[in-house]
């Protein structure tokens, strides 16, 4: 085998390799959309995220905007704190509503931003102060079943 | 006769047998780092042996990631059809090749077609005398031999997998996109929203090349190891598409369970 | 005297498995000699030929080569020594992915700096010494037994070494072949002032060319003399080795239990 030709083969491998990863990371990987643009971290604070998991969207109108990059546990307010990196190309007023929300019935939970009207805009590493939990399914339907019982009670 | 007893010592010595050659291994593949120099200071080495390791896988690579992305997205449409989402076909092929099938496969043909062609290299050179000949030469054959192949191996193996899982992903947008007619848009902008390149594609190219270490180290060393017989280098090839491809699977469940545990 | 002697072997011993294969042997190679080693079949001869290379450690004893000790020598220290040294191998052992002239281009690549030009130069030359300077482009597999050897041989003196061990150079040759072999391998020692070490059995050619001949069996040294005396030697064991006969000191039968034993004990086998 020629040397020159071995090495043009070599070279031609090596290129389609390169090019399969570039092709798994921009096409199918999302390293084109939220990592090639600036990111900003911001917190928020929940009393129970239920199943909320790392690296769950972020989103804001349905769009997805960031994506949760940390979750810890706060011992002193037994809280919980949710780091979330967010898309740099947008910004979300201070008086931004932050709530766990369930896409459809059973799926991943998310995080929704409604935002506000305040004129200041909220800065990297701030922490959200309207937020809302997530909503425990079980809990819903005891409420639900204590308020039928209830209802019942007052017909007697 | 003491039949028990005697089954127990067969037992033991297997054991022993076994456990000497980990060692062995173990103690081989130090040396062939030790001796790696040349493989990097005379490049040209190297880049022979990754042309017999890695451009002659590259059919087998990528005929067969084409097919597997063929059958996933067949069967994926299937089975998503069933629950109305079929959009989520994308997803299914992209998250699924690049985190196990991906790697898992394609070294599993790299065992078969390059390892075995390592082993059967280096066990004929043992079987010939060459590797003698070529230590009364005063060149070492680990450096000059074992360790090239070595590298050639260990740098192609990351590579072929990610040609595995492109070709796996455009064979499930042929079978997805063009032939059934599940929305362009929705196949590739549902796989870019679910597949994070450094959890999914880097945790897949890690793998990769930790299958490559494995599967490289196996074959040189079977070929080195081999019995200088054509019969000996006849099972130290089956040995090591055997020991590759239960060598990627187990280390393939250890690198699962610690890349994707609890999370999504 | 001891300048006179290139390799000098002092009561080497070798065991293998717990079986002895070397029982003390002396010998004394004198430079710019022929000497051959000679012996049946799994008598220790190649096993030797490893231990002077250093390929093998000996249990006991010491091989010393020029000043050198052999034996105890590291790594760098005897790959220093063996580029001073060829061996060609029982069946050439070329390599099998290069052309004739890649291997005996090969020693040379790996340990100097020579340019290419200069290489190639030099590997013609070796090659026409052994008359196979026509045949660089060839691959080894296109060779005939005879044509392997002599690459192999040419290979072996690519660096003008100043030991060159033959092992087993005969073997599996036709006649006009191994007269070739023989015939270079005294011309070329001569005309490098060369050494060399060959481990052979084949009795008739060698007389022909050697200065001293060592007998081995069992693992130790039974005879010794120049092709003269060894041609006139009352020895049983040199007489039976010399005319090929098929008894005598060496048994035919390998060691068993009487026949009548065996078939009566009833020992049931494997």
């Known amino acids: ?156 | 006769m003491a039949r028990p007893a005697d089954l127990l010592r067969k037992l033991g010595h297997a054991t022993v047998e076994r456990v000497w050659r980990l060692g062995f291994a173990a103690r081989f593949f130090w040396v062939v780092l030790l001796y790696s120099g040349a493989s990097f200071r005379r490049l040209p080495l190297t880049l022979r042996e990754i042309y017999f390791s890695g451009v002659l896988s590259l059919i087998i690579i990528l005929v067969s990631g084409l097919f597997v992305g063929l059958v996933l997205g067949l069967q994926g449409f299937e089975i998503l059809q069933r629950f109305g989402s079929t959009e989520a076909l994308g997803t299914l092929v992209a998250l699924s090749l690049t985190r196990e099938l991906g790697p898992v496969l394609a070294a599993i043909f790299f065992a078969s077609r390059a390892g075995s062609s390592v082993t059967a290299e280096i066990g004929l050179m043992k079987a010939t005398e060459q590797l003698k000949a070529m230590d009364m030469m005063a060149v070492n054959p680990i450096a000059r031999v074992v360790a090239p192949r070595f590298w050639g191996g260990v740098i192609s193996m990351p590579l072929l997998a990610a040609i595995f899982s492109a070709m796996g992903v455009l064979g499930g947008w042929l079978i997805g996109v063009v032939f059934i007619g599940v929305d362009d848009g929705s196949y590739w902008s549902q796989m870019q929203s679910s597949v994070d390149f450094r959890f999914d594609v880097w945790n897949g190219i890690v793998k990769s090349f930790v299958f490559g270490v494995a599967v490289s180290l196996i074959a040189v060393f079977e070929g080195y190891d081999s019995v200088p017989t054509a019969e000996g280098v006849s099972r130290a090839i089956t040995r090591t598409v055997v020991t590759s491809v239960l060598a990627v699977l187990a280390l393939d469940f250890v690198l699962t369970s610690f890349m994707f545990r609890g999370t999504s | 005297m001891s300048d006179d002697v290139l390799v000098d072997i002092e009561d080497l011993h070798f065991t293998y498995d717990g079986r002895p294969v070397l029982q003390g042997i002396n010998m004394k190679i004198p430079r710019g000699k022929v000497v051959a080693i000679m012996g049946g079949s799994g008598c220790g001869k190649t096993t030797l030929l490893r231990c002077i290379g250093g390929q093998l450690r000996p249990s006991g004893g010491r091989v010393r080569l020029e000043k050198h000790q052999v034996c105890g020598m590291s790594q760098a220290e005897l790959y220093n020594l063996r580029r001073r040294m060829g061996m060609l191998f029982q069946f050439g052992a070329l390599f099998t992915d290069m052309s004739v002239f890649d291997n005996v281009a090969f020693p040379m690549r790996e340990h100097t700096d020579l340019s290419e030009e200069m290489i190639r130069d030099l590997v013609l030359m070796k090659l026409e010494a052994v008359g196979l300077r026509g045949a660089h482009k060839l691959m080894p597999g296109e060779l005939s037994g005879g044509m392997a050897r002599r690459v192999a041989l040419a290979r072996a003196l690519a660096l003008d070494p100043m030991l060159v061990m033959y092992d087993e150079p005969f073997t599996g040759l036709d006649p006009i072949a191994l007269g070739v072999i023989g015939q270079l391998i005294r011309k070329l020692n001569d005309a490098l002032g060369a050494t060399s070490i060959m481990v052979t059995h084949d009795i008739q050619e060698s007389l022909l060319i050697v200065d001293y001949i060592y007998f081995l069996n069992g693992g130790r040294v039974v005879a010794q003399g120049t092709p003269d005396e060894i041609r006139a030697s009352a020895d049983p064991f040199v007489h039976q080795f010399v005319h090929a006969e098929p008894d005598g000191p060496v048994h035919f039968d390998y060691p068993a239990p009487s026949i009548r034993q065996e078939f009566l004990s009833g020992v049931r086998h494997g």
């Open chain 1, 1 to 156: 085998m020629n040397r020159t030709v071995l090495d043009l083969w070599v070279g031609f491998f090596v290129a389609l390799g390169i090019a399969a990863v570039m092709f798994l990371a921009l096409k199918v990987g999302n390293l084109s959309s939220a990592r090639l643009s600036e990111t900003y971290v911001l917190q928020a604070k929940f009393d129970n995220i239920g199943g909320l998991k790392v690296r769950g969207p972020v989103k804001s109108a349905g769009v997805v905007v960031g994506r949760i990059s940390d979750i810890r546990f706060d011992a002193e307010t037994y809280e919980a704190v949710v780091e979330m990196t967010i898309d740099g190309r947008y910004r979300f007023p201070k008086d931004t509503f932050a709530s766990i929300f369930t896409a459809g019935l059973l799926g991943e939970q998310y995080i929704g931003f409604d935002a506000g009207g305040d004129e200041k805009m909220l800065q990297a590493g701030d922490t959200i102060a309207k937020t809302q939990s997530a909503v425990v399914l079980e809990k819903l339907i005891s409420q639900f079943l204590f308020s039928k019982a209830a209802d019942g009670q007052d017909k007697k």
